[in-house]
């Protein structure tokens, strides 16, 4: 049914990338996209740093309040809290956290971060696949590599809280919708074909069921769609966000799309044409989204393209 989650307007929202896979310190700032300043009070600041993972800090704001969340940890347990620290974004006034699923590259400095908040606990959306034990990929070649996961209980060891987001979560009173399964409805997304786990002594076709999205509805813009790495497929994640919230309107779509790798390009394209459907303001393809196809988006969308780097916020 459409419109099933009663979610609320926010009449602006602020995105800052603090950690992505990218990195230009000249990129030119625009009415829309503020570039990370190269020094403060007639100083240089300390260099900011990519890596492949991500982690975006999504600030809402309506009336006159505000509500802000930090959506993944990047790949290391140093990049983000670096990060955080040049761009002076203090952790202990983050309202709550996301993992938009639990792979390495999304996850690798939760403790650090976690631990900074034990002194009030936060909330962490995360579905329960986040925990499998045993992920890995399986090639036709017969190598199998790990996919490094989550340990189960590591967020409450930080002095926080699980909230199980296998189904749709609102935060901020109602004005941010954290994404629950997202049905696999197009005909070309097919996840990540090499994903597998062990449960059990069995072993298991890994449809990375806890992919996830964070979705706001920006007053007289539309909604904003902020994705990890976009397992679920990008398109099969606006649909989805679009079904939920009733707003056709679709303003940002940014973080991974997941077209890296040895993704056919009928995919790609099909993926574009979808795209182009929705009409975005701005799209933003993050981290593994592959250069291939950022380049693709640069070329189709050439208004709505924006290159994303390490420590770009975006005010919208």
Same mark, same amino acid.
């Given at each position: 049914?459409?419109?099933?989650?009663?979610?609320?307007?926010?009449?602006?929202?602020?995105?800052?990338?603090?950690?992505?896979?990218?990195?230009?310190?000249?990129?030119?700032?625009?009415?829309?996209?503020? !570039?990370?300043?190269?020094?403060?009070?007639?100083? !240089?600041?300390?260099?900011?740093?990519?890596?492949?993972?991500?982690?975006?800090?999504?600030?809402?704001?309506?009336? #006159?309040?505000?509500?802000?969340?930090?959506?993944?940890?990047?790949?290391? #347990?140093?990049?983000?809290?670096?990060?955080?620290?040049?761009?002076?974004?203090?952790?202990?006034?983050?309202?709550?956290?996301?993992? #938009?699923?639990?792979?390495?590259?999304?996850?690798?400095?939760?403790? &650090?971060?976690?631990?900074?908040?034990?002194?009030?606990?936060?909330?962490?959306?995360?579905?329960?696949?986040?925990?499998?034990?045993?992920?890995?990929?399986?090639?036709?070649?017969?190598?199998?590599?790990?996919?490094?996961?989550?340990?189960?209980?590591?967020?409450?060891?930080?002095?926080?809280?699980?909230?199980?987001?296998?189904?749709?979560?609102?935060?901020?009173?109602?004005?941010?919708?954290?994404?629950?399964?997202?049905?696999?409805?197009?005909?070309?997304?097919?996840?990540?074909?090499?994903?597998?786990?062990?449960?059990?002594?069995?072993?298991?076709?890994?449809?990375?069921?806890?992919?996830?999205?964070?979705?706001?509805?920006? &007053?007289?813009?539309?909604?904003?769609?902020?994705?990890?790495?976009?397992? #679920?497929?990008?398109?099969?994640?606006?649909?989805?966000?679009?079904?939920?919230?009733?707003?056709?309107?679709?303003?940002?779509?940014?973080?991974?799309?997941?077209?890296?790798?040895?993704?056919?390009?009928?995919?790609? !394209?099909?993926?574009?044409?979808?795209?182009?459907?929705?009409?975005?303001?701005?799209?933003?393809?993050?981290?593994?989204?592959?250069?291939?196809?950022?380049?693709?988006?640069?070329?189709?969308?050439?208004?709505?393209?924006?290159?994303?780097?390490?420590?770009?916020?975006?005010?919208?």
């Amino acid at each position: 049914m459409k419109g099933t989650i009663p979610m609320k307007q926010v009449t602006s929202a602020t995105l800052t990338t603090i950690i992505d896979n990218y990195i230009d310190v000249l990129l030119p700032s625009t009415d829309l996209v503020e !570039r990370a300043p190269l020094s403060k009070n007639g100083i !240089r600041r300390p260099p900011l740093l990519a890596e492949h993972g991500f982690s975006l800090l999504i600030e809402a704001h309506w009336e #006159s309040s505000s509500y802000s969340l930090l959506m993944d940890f990047g790949a290391s #347990s140093i990049g983000v809290p670096h990060n955080l620290e040049v761009l002076e974004i203090d952790p202990s006034k983050i309202d709550s956290f996301v993992l #938009s699923h639990g792979h390495h590259d999304h996850i690798g400095s939760v403790e &650090q971060i976690l631990l900074q908040v034990r002194n009030k606990p936060r909330s962490v959306v995360v579905h329960p696949d986040a925990f499998l034990a045993a992920r890995f990929h399986k090639f036709e070649d017969g190598r199998q590599v790990p996919i490094p996961c989550i340990k189960k209980g590591l967020i409450e060891k930080t002095g926080n809280e699980v909230m199980d987001g296998t189904e749709p979560v609102l935060l901020a009173e109602g004005h941010i919708l954290v994404l629950g399964e997202i049905p696999r409805v197009t005909e070309f997304e097919k996840g990540m074909p090499s994903a597998y786990y062990e449960k059990d002594g069995k072993v298991t076709k890994d449809m990375i069921l806890d992919d996830k999205a964070v979705v706001l509805d920006v &007053q007289d813009k539309g909604l904003v769609i902020a994705t990890g790495c976009g397992h #679920s497929g990008i398109i099969n994640t606006v649909l989805h966000a679009k079904e939920m919230t009733g707003v056709d309107n679709i303003y940002c779509i940014i973080g991974g799309f997941h077209l890296t790798g040895h993704m056919d390009d009928s995919v790609i !394209r099909k993926t574009l044409d979808a795209m182009k459907e929705f009409k975005p303001r701005l799209v933003v393809p993050c981290h593994c989204t592959g250069h291939k196809a950022t380049q693709a988006f640069e070329k189709d969308f050439p208004a709505a393209f924006v290159l994303n780097a390490s420590g770009t916020k975006f005010c919208l």
